[in-house]
């Protein structure tokens, strides 16, 4: 597909401030249904509240019933554009990468999905199934307004087949590729903690300080090491990498036997996705507490980003933060639903499929299952028992990847290339797939 039209409509994608909170998504969305009307595709526009809104095309299928899904999300995380080195909301192009925010998290996959949709339109392909494009907003704030109000408004989405979206990608480590298809994510455990106490003023200590309480529930907290697990989908994964290797100067033999090593357990704690990939995650995000120095608060918070193994039990874990937390502080879990979805099988047509993609584009390469360590919309459909796999068929540097929700977030232009002939030939085989 033509390289110079993505990159150009990616940038403009990008342009659009779809900041999250507050979303202001519709305009976005109206880009996207503007792109479609021009090749003739029909489309339709939800808007659940102002400003905020969603789209669906379709391409008829010769079935009824239990749709494919290709699923992307408009907006973004914040970003403070004097910590970037160029505009986040510009898509400047510079040295052969685009940057901007949404550039990795989700902008450049959604451009993929919706030219490789639009070329599987134009070339008269009746796939099997109806295929879908959804855009959505505020995937980046739980999706109420977006998957959650969509699954309400279309109540085929309810019975699809196989829905595609972020999650994994492409990975090159030491000069070998392999490619992650998320299968499962880890589970969003997010609270707070708040202290109570006697205000005052600074220059007479006293030992019922919010702050303090705070200070010292926070360490307790940060300070447990949470044990590493194995689980199906990560044991899969790490012997398909590294079986047979030399990992910190000893060889891989498979992943329950090299826990038990110390080795092995240094190696895992100094790889930040191994470490997350394999236990709890607990990350103080947000402290609150005083506006005055010379003032002692009453209040203070803590606010805490946690992500659990798909094993775990959240009334475990938050059982395992309070005895942490002790007596002196109160827990409030921030989130009003509790997703507890099951990981996605992989022995599956799709991840056949995928896999077969892969090696078209990329050659024979690792095609494993993986965890994703954020949350993503998806969750919403494996809650449903639908098959759902998170993959963009490009190769993204560790580098890169890390950028995504920090300062000059960027996708080189090479990347895209690479996404956007994998993404046509996952779609192109996804209209082949007769459900089951």
């Not at 808007?47 to 010769?62: C, S, T």
């Not at 829905?163 to 030491?174: A, F, M, Q």
Request: net charge neutral; glycine share 10%; aromatic share 8%.
């Amino acid at each position: 597909m033509e390289i110079d039209h993505a990159v150009e409509l990616l940038r403009e994608f990008i342009r659009f401030d779809t900041t999250n909170p507050p979303g202001h998504e519709e305009k976005a969305i109206l880009f996207l249904e503007g792109i479609l009307n021009k090749e003739g595709i029909q489309s339709e526009v939800f808007q659940p509240v102002a400003e905020r809104a969603n789209i669906l095309a379709r391409i008829k299928g010769k079935k009824k019933g239990k749709p494919v899904v290709l699923l992307g999300h408009v907006d973004v995380v914040p970003a403070n554009a004097d910590d970037w080195d160029v505009d986040p909301f510009g898509g400047e192009l510079r040295d052969g990468y685009i940057y901007g925010r949404g550039a990795v998290d989700m902008k450049a996959q959604t451009i993929c999905q919706l030219l490789a949709f639009i070329q599987l339109h134009n070339e008269g392909v009746v796939p099997e199934r109806d295929m879908i494009f959804l855009a959505t907003c505020d995937e980046e704030v739980g999706g109420q307004n977006g998957v959650e109000y969509m699954l309400n408004e279309v109540e085929e989405l309810k019975s699809a087949s196989f829905v595609l979206s972020e999650g994994g990608c492409i990975i090159e480590e030491n000069g070998h590729f392999h490619a992650q298809v998320s299968v499962a994510e880890k589970k969003l455990s997010q609270f707070m903690i708040k202290a109570t106490g006697i205000g005052g003023h600074g220059s007479m200590p006293h030992k019922d300080n919010a702050n303090e309480k705070i200070v010292r529930a926070s360490q307790a907290i940060l300070s447990y090491e949470w044990p590493f697990k194995s689980t199906n989908i990560v044991n899969t994964y790490l012997n398909g990498l590294l079986k047979g290797k030399k990992v910190n100067g000893f060889t891989f033999k498979g992943l329950k036997e090299s826990l038990n090593d110390k080795r092995f357990k240094d190696f895992i704690e100094n790889n930040p996705v191994y470490n997350a990939l394999l236990r709890n995650t607990v990350t103080l995000t947000i402290l609150k507490g005083g506006e005055k120095v010379n003032v002692i608060p009453g209040e203070s918070f803590a606010y805490f980003d946690a992500r659990l193994l798909p094993t775990e039990k959240h009334e475990h874990f938050f059982k395992k933060i309070n005895s942490l937390g002790g007596k002196d502080i109160q827990i409030i879990r921030i989130g009003s639903g509790i997703s507890e979805p099951a990981p996605s099988g992989y022995n599956t047509p799709f991840f056949k499929g995928i896999k077969g993609a892969v090696k078209k584009t990329k050659g024979t390469i690792p095609v494993l299952p993986f965890v994703t360590t954020g949350a993503t919309d998806l969750r919403y459909f494996r809650n449903l028992g639908i098959t759902a796999y998170g993959f963009f068929p490009a190769t993204i540097a560790v580098e890169d990847i890390l950028r995504m929700h920090g300062k000059n977030e960027r996708i080189s232009i090479e990347s895209l290339q690479e996404g956007l002939d994998g993404t046509y030939e996952i779609v192109k085989f996804l209209s082949t797939v007769t459900s089951r």
